[in-house]
């Protein structure tokens, strides 16, 4: 069973940092297309980053130059490094395995939310 | 940037009822188009993928069609338990993708 756990998410102030996980069981994540969406209370789906099977990473404008996405595949976990955090990052942050021929997103974690605010 | 425009963005229809949801893309995304659902308080669901291709283990009252720029996703007979919110999603333009703003279906 494809299984996906986010965690790491909290408080934290503008400006600050935080990172969040993803764990993972029944795949093995650097064979894969791994990718974060993220959801704004009450608003709809955004796409946030990729990191494909060879470890090319892209990011949407949004987050370009502050959030880092990483596998560590010792220990089959994704990750997103977010720095300089904005009122506007906050959101429940979703990791989803991506597949198939038109890349959909076929498995997703229950979600992590991540709250800026002073 | 492509852009996803769901209509309508709310509905409201009775347990039985036929139901489509349109999805228009700014410009083609050949087949390159998902669907997903989210309950309240929930993940998103995968339905469809490549337009019209139903995900194993979703219900077969769920259909897809379209390409292009006009797709729609159709529930043939309302079930009590598809009261959720429905977006679209392009990834023609991977690895980046965009999603619809979202269609948020209530139960009469």
């Known amino acids: 069973e494809v299984l996906l756990v986010e965690s790491g998410g909290g408080l934290v102030q503008p400006g600050g940092s935080l990172k969040v996980s993803c764990a993972t069981s029944g795949f093995t994540v650097s064979n894969n297309y791994m990718t974060w969406v993220r959801q704004a209370p009450g608003k709809g789906l955004e796409w946030v980053s990729i990191?494909?099977?060879?470890?090319?990473?892209d990011y949407a404008d949004s987050v370009k130059g502050r959030f880092t996405i990483s596998r560590d595949n010792s220990k089959n976990t994704l990750s997103l490094q977010m720095n300089s955090l904005r009122a506007e990052d906050t959101a429940v942050y979703y990791c989803a395995r991506v597949v198939g021929a038109t890349d959909y997103l076929d498995n997703w974690g229950q979600g992590t939310l991540v709250t800026v605010s002073s | 940037d492509i852009q996803m425009t769901q209509s309508p963005a709310a509905l409201s229809a009775s347990v039985g009822d036929r139901v489509t949801i349109t999805c228009r893309a700014s410009?083609?995304?050949?087949?390159?188009l998902n669907w997903y659902q989210q309950k309240p308080g929930k993940a998103p669901k995968l339905l469809i993928y490549a337009a019209s291709s139903l995900q194993s283990e979703v219900p077969s009252r769920f259909s897809g069609s379209g390409s292009g720029t006009d797709f729609t996703l159709t529930i043939s007979s309302l079930h009590p338990e598809d009261l959720a919110t429905y977006y679209c999603q392009q990834t023609y333009t991977t690895p980046r993708s965009t999603f619809g703003q979202g269609t948020k279906l209530e139960i009469k």
């Open positions: 990191i494909s099977s060879g470890g090319r990473t």
């Open positions: 410009q083609s995304v050949g087949y390159y």
